[in-house]
T-cell receptor
Framework: GEDVEQSLFLSVREGDSSVINCTYTDSSSTYLYWYKQEPGAGLQLLTYIFSNMDMKQDQRLTVLLNKKDKHLSLRIADTQTGDSAIYFCAESPNDYKLSFGAGTTVTVRA | EAGVAQSPRYKIIEKRQSVAFWCNPISGHATLYWYQQILGQGPKLLIQFQNNGVVDDSQLPKDRFSAERLKGVDSTLKIQPAKLEDSAVYLC?????????????FGNGTRLTVT
């Protein structure tokens, strides 16, 4: 099974906030990442957080990390139609290679 | 900065045929990765190069997949012979160096369909 788990789908109304959740398994991950994939494209790095932080904010994006529970979340404020995509959470065990979740498909409805 | 370039974008072959994919990483990036992304799943690492040496190929099906990175720049990934289950998007990525604070930059991928 996947070492990184995410819910598969999220539907959100335009202008609302989106929250995508992820659980990971390896506590040795120095960094945790969020990537975005639009149809027909590769993965685009959105943001990443150092494991000794519990929050990182970058414009409309807020990442929350609960290291004790191995839980990571991505909040997108004022969600727009251009935010419709698949969002991948990834861990980096021993700061080595990325291990991705299966992705959360976010659909933004008008 | 030019991104990671991959070709072809799409490829359709019959099972038992051979296929090759090409990747040109971002200039100056020492680390290059090939990932396989099956529909509905996250990317899975096939092979990682540091310059022209292999760092990790533990998930590469070596009986049919091969990859090389000559001169530490461009890379090719080959499948010979292809199976139906190889249908996937093959993503190339590069990073400045190996390490968590050197994020991966992905190309747009090659979508392979094996019939």
């Amino acid at each position: 099974g996947e070492d990184v788990e995410q819910s598969l789908f999220l539907s959100v109304r335009e202008g609302d906030s989106s929250v995508i959740n992820c659980t990971y398994t390896d506590s040795s991950s120095t960094y945790l990442y969020w990537y975005k994939q639009e149809p027909g494209a590769g993965l685009q790095l959105l943001t990443y957080i150092f494991s000794n932080m519990d929050m990182k904010q970058d414009q409309r994006l807020t990442v929350l990390l609960n290291k004790k529970d191995k839980h990571l979340s991505l909040r997108i404020a004022d969600t727009q139609t251009g935010d419709s995509a698949i969002y991948f959470c990834a861990e980096s065990p021993n700061d080595y290679k990325l291990s991705f979740g299966a992705g959360t498909t976010v659909t933004v409805r008008a | 900065e030019a991104g990671v370039a991959q070709s072809p974008r799409y490829k359709i072959i019959e099972k038992r045929q051979s296929v090759a994919f090409w990747c040109n990483p971002i200039s100056g990036h020492a680390t290059l990765y090939w990932y396989q992304q099956i529909l509905g799943q996250g990317p899975k690492l096939l092979i990682q190069f540091q310059n022209n040496g292999v760092v990790d190929d533990s998930q590469l099906p070596k009986d049919r997949f091969s990859a090389e990175r000559l001169k530490g720049v461009d890379s090719t990934l080959k499948i010979q012979p292809a199976k139906l289950e190889d249908s996937a998007v093959y993503l190339c990525a590069s990073s400045l160096f190996q390490g968590g604070d050197s994020p991966l930059h992905f190309g747009n991928g090659t979508r392979l369909t094996v019939t």
